[in-house]
Protein backbone atom coordinates (compact mmCIF):
# COMPACT_ATOMS: atom_id res chain seq x y z
CA UNK A 1 0.00 0.00 0.00
CA UNK A 2 2.82 2.15 0.57
CA UNK A 3 4.83 1.80 -2.94
CA UNK A 4 0.74 2.53 -4.32
CA UNK A 5 1.30 5.90 -2.25
CA UNK A 6 4.04 6.92 -2.86
CA UNK A 7 3.67 5.91 -6.72
CA UNK A 8 0.80 7.96 -7.06
CA UNK A 9 2.35 10.96 -4.97
CA UNK A 10 5.52 10.93 -7.43
CA UNK A 11 3.06 10.78 -10.35
CA UNK A 12 0.76 13.81 -9.33
CA UNK A 13 3.80 15.91 -8.51
CA UNK A 14 5.57 14.74 -11.93
CA UNK A 15 1.83 15.64 -13.92
CA UNK A 16 1.11 19.00 -11.97
CA UNK A 17 4.38 20.24 -13.58
CA UNK A 18 4.33 19.02 -16.99
CA UNK A 19 1.00 20.58 -17.14
CA UNK A 20 1.17 23.71 -15.08
CA UNK A 21 0.74 25.87 -17.99
CA UNK A 22 -2.86 24.18 -18.15
CA UNK A 23 -5.37 26.86 -18.44
CA UNK A 24 -3.44 29.50 -19.69
CA UNK A 25 -3.47 31.03 -23.46
CA UNK A 26 0.27 29.62 -23.56
CA UNK A 27 -0.66 26.04 -23.26
CA UNK A 28 -2.20 25.99 -26.59
CA UNK A 29 1.60 26.44 -28.59
CA UNK A 30 2.99 23.57 -26.89
CA UNK A 31 1.99 19.67 -26.69
CA UNK A 32 3.46 18.72 -30.32
CA UNK A 33 0.77 21.14 -32.22
CA UNK A 34 3.45 22.84 -33.83
CA UNK A 35 6.74 20.75 -33.50
CA UNK A 36 5.70 18.45 -36.92
CA UNK A 37 5.32 21.70 -39.00
CA UNK A 38 8.48 22.52 -41.14
CA UNK A 39 11.23 24.72 -39.51
CA UNK A 40 9.55 24.30 -35.88
CA UNK A 41 11.35 22.86 -33.28
CA UNK A 42 9.66 22.36 -29.55
CA UNK A 43 11.88 21.47 -26.40
CA UNK A 44 10.41 20.85 -23.24
CA UNK A 45 12.88 20.27 -20.29
CA UNK A 46 11.78 19.68 -16.50
CA UNK A 47 13.42 17.48 -13.52
CA UNK A 48 16.99 17.22 -12.56
CA UNK A 49 18.19 19.00 -16.41
CA UNK A 50 15.47 21.99 -15.96
CA UNK A 51 16.50 21.76 -11.78
CA UNK A 52 20.12 22.80 -13.13
CA UNK A 53 19.33 25.80 -15.02
CA UNK A 54 17.56 26.58 -11.58
CA UNK A 55 13.97 25.81 -13.10
CA UNK A 56 10.85 23.56 -11.94
CA UNK A 57 10.21 23.90 -16.31
CA UNK A 58 11.20 24.87 -19.39
CA UNK A 59 9.28 24.54 -22.48
CA UNK A 60 10.63 26.43 -25.89
CA UNK A 61 8.99 26.52 -29.23
CA UNK A 62 10.36 27.74 -32.71
CA UNK A 63 8.50 28.64 -35.82
CA UNK A 64 9.31 30.39 -38.90
CA UNK A 65 7.97 33.47 -38.73
CA UNK A 66 6.64 33.17 -42.39
CA UNK A 67 5.14 29.69 -41.51
CA UNK A 68 1.32 29.11 -40.95
CA UNK A 69 2.09 28.63 -37.25
CA UNK A 70 3.52 32.74 -37.07
CA UNK A 71 0.13 34.18 -36.90
CA UNK A 72 -1.37 31.96 -34.57
CA UNK A 73 1.84 32.55 -32.50
CA UNK A 74 1.43 35.87 -32.44
CA UNK A 75 -2.07 35.95 -31.26
CA UNK A 76 -1.36 33.88 -28.60
CA UNK A 77 1.54 35.33 -26.94
CA UNK A 78 -0.44 38.95 -27.59
CA UNK A 79 -3.50 37.27 -25.50
CA UNK A 80 -1.52 35.76 -23.14
CA UNK A 81 0.19 39.28 -22.59
CA UNK A 82 -2.95 40.73 -21.47
CA UNK A 83 -3.02 38.01 -18.39
CA UNK A 84 0.75 39.17 -17.42
CA UNK A 85 1.16 40.88 -13.90
CA UNK A 86 4.62 42.82 -15.42
CA UNK A 87 5.81 42.85 -19.24
CA UNK A 88 7.97 44.86 -21.85
CA UNK A 89 7.35 45.09 -25.16
CA UNK A 90 8.93 46.53 -28.03
CA UNK A 91 6.84 46.86 -31.21
CA UNK A 92 8.32 46.81 -34.58
CA UNK A 93 6.71 47.39 -37.91
CA UNK A 94 3.17 47.15 -36.07
CA UNK A 95 4.06 43.68 -34.63
CA UNK A 96 5.72 42.39 -31.88
CA UNK A 97 9.48 41.81 -31.78
CA UNK A 98 10.44 41.40 -28.19
CA UNK A 99 8.22 40.49 -25.19
CA UNK A 100 8.89 39.32 -21.60
CA UNK A 101 5.66 38.62 -19.55
CA UNK A 102 5.83 37.64 -15.36
CA UNK A 103 2.23 35.68 -14.69
CA UNK A 104 0.79 35.40 -11.68
CA UNK A 105 2.27 32.88 -9.41
CA UNK A 106 1.06 29.08 -8.30
CA UNK A 107 1.40 26.58 -6.18
CA UNK A 108 1.23 23.05 -7.53
CA UNK A 109 -0.44 20.75 -6.40
CA UNK A 110 0.91 18.94 -3.42
CA UNK A 111 3.60 21.55 -3.20
CA UNK A 112 4.30 24.11 -0.62
CA UNK A 113 6.66 26.36 -2.41
CA UNK A 114 5.15 28.77 -5.45
CA UNK A 115 6.39 29.12 -8.68
CA UNK A 116 6.84 32.21 -10.34
CA UNK A 117 5.98 31.80 -14.14
CA UNK A 118 7.62 33.52 -16.85
CA UNK A 119 6.34 33.96 -21.25
CA UNK A 120 9.41 35.04 -23.67
CA UNK A 121 9.24 36.05 -27.24
CA UNK A 122 10.97 37.14 -29.67
CA UNK A 123 10.49 37.41 -33.55
CA UNK A 124 14.02 37.69 -35.20
CA UNK A 125 12.21 38.62 -38.73
CA UNK A 126 11.72 41.87 -37.25
CA UNK A 127 15.13 42.18 -35.93
CA UNK A 128 16.70 45.17 -38.26
CA UNK A 129 20.20 43.79 -38.25
CA UNK A 130 20.07 39.89 -38.68
CA UNK A 131 18.45 37.55 -41.30
CA UNK A 132 17.00 35.01 -39.32
CA UNK A 133 13.18 34.18 -39.68
CA UNK A 134 11.95 32.80 -36.57
CA UNK A 135 9.66 33.49 -34.26
CA UNK A 136 10.80 31.74 -30.66
CA UNK A 137 8.44 31.38 -27.34
CA UNK A 138 9.90 30.46 -23.61
CA UNK A 139 8.08 29.25 -21.42
CA UNK A 140 9.06 29.02 -17.81
CA UNK A 141 8.47 27.99 -13.88
CA UNK A 142 11.00 29.22 -11.26
CA UNK A 143 11.42 30.06 -7.93
CA UNK A 144 13.70 32.85 -9.33
CA UNK A 145 13.04 36.48 -9.64
CA UNK A 146 12.27 38.06 -12.91
CA UNK A 147 15.78 39.67 -12.98
CA UNK A 148 17.51 36.04 -12.33
CA UNK A 149 15.37 35.06 -15.23
CA UNK A 150 16.36 37.93 -17.72
CA UNK A 151 19.86 36.84 -16.88
CA UNK A 152 19.19 33.26 -17.97
CA UNK A 153 17.14 34.39 -21.04
CA UNK A 154 20.20 36.50 -22.18
CA UNK A 155 22.84 33.32 -21.68
Do not use: C
Not at 61 to 81: C, K, M
Amino acid sequence: MKRVIIALFMFLATTSTLWAQSGLPIDGLFHGKFKDAPGSTEIVVTGDKAASMGLAVYRSLTVGAGSEAAHEVRRIVTQQGTQAVSREVEYRRGNIYYGYYVLPSYTPTGKRTRLNRYVFFLDQSLNTRGKANQMIVIYMESTADSETIKKLIRQ
